[in-house]
């Protein structure tokens, strides 16, 4: 979740959304950002519908065509007419095909591959947020120049077709150099402690594992 001044964009609703929102004590949610359409990115979609209801307003969808295609799909009751007195998740979709702005900020999304798909990773300011993927392609590197916090896929040491590996990640951190990089899309095979302290012995003290809660402020 991206906040400013009181209002918060969410990248992804996953099927732990609602309980994300709850424990965040999430008051208004001003826009949703979606990096993909797996299940597990999109699969909270429907607790998007309180929001409509306590903000009287439908919520604007950001998303590759590709993505908002899959949200119709796999959402289809929330874009046809509903049954009177039936509630429906009310959405505005905005095709990502470049820069946009979202709570006074610029949002630059950052093509990767996910195996055999496309996914976007953003960048707002001097973050960037990549979750899943397993490469990002040379044209997309200049967009991640410079980043002071780098949110990254890193999923175990055992290579997987659609993930980086720790390996993968660290290499992409030693090209990139942000300040600072925080691993996320992390499987159980990496215990967090343990984690933590191997990247700080493989020289990656500015490098550590990501978790449930984690705030930090971004430089815009
Ligand atoms: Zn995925
Ligand atoms: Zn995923």
Request: proline letters at 8%.
């Amino acid at each position: 979740m991206f906040s400013r001044a009181g209002h918060n964009v969410v990248i992804d609703t996953t099927p732990d959304f609602r309980q994300q929102a709850l424990r965040e004590k999430l008051e208004q949610l001003d826009a949703v950002v979606y990096t993909h359409s797996h299940a597990d990115h999109i699969l909270g979609f429907d607790d998007l519908r309180p929001f409509n209801m306590r903000q009287g307003c439908a919520m604007p969808i950001y998303a590759s065509q590709d993505t908002l295609a899959a949200l119709r799909r796999t959402f289809a009751y929330a874009f046809n007419e509903p049954p009177p007195g039936i509630t429906i998740p009310r959405v505005t979709l905005h095709a990502v095909n470049g820069p946009f702005d979202l709570l006074g900020t610029s949002w630059t999304p950052v093509p990767a591959e996910h195996g055999d798909m496309s996914v976007l990773g953003f960048r707002v300011g001097w973050l960037a947020y990549l979750t899943d993927f397993s490469r990002v392609p040379e044209e997309s590197k200049p967009l991640l120049a410079g980043v002071d916090d780098l949110v990254l896929d890193a999923l175990r040491d055992i290579p997987h077709p659609m993930h980086q590996t720790v390996q993968q990640a660290l290499d992409l951190v030693t090209e990139l150099r942000p300040r600072r990089a925080w691993f996320t899309h992390i499987a159980h095979d990496l215990p967090h402690q343990e984690t933590n302290q191997r990247l700080v012995r493989q020289g990656f003290p500015h490098v550590q594992m990501a978790y449930d809660g984690l705030h930090f402020e971004v430089r815009l």
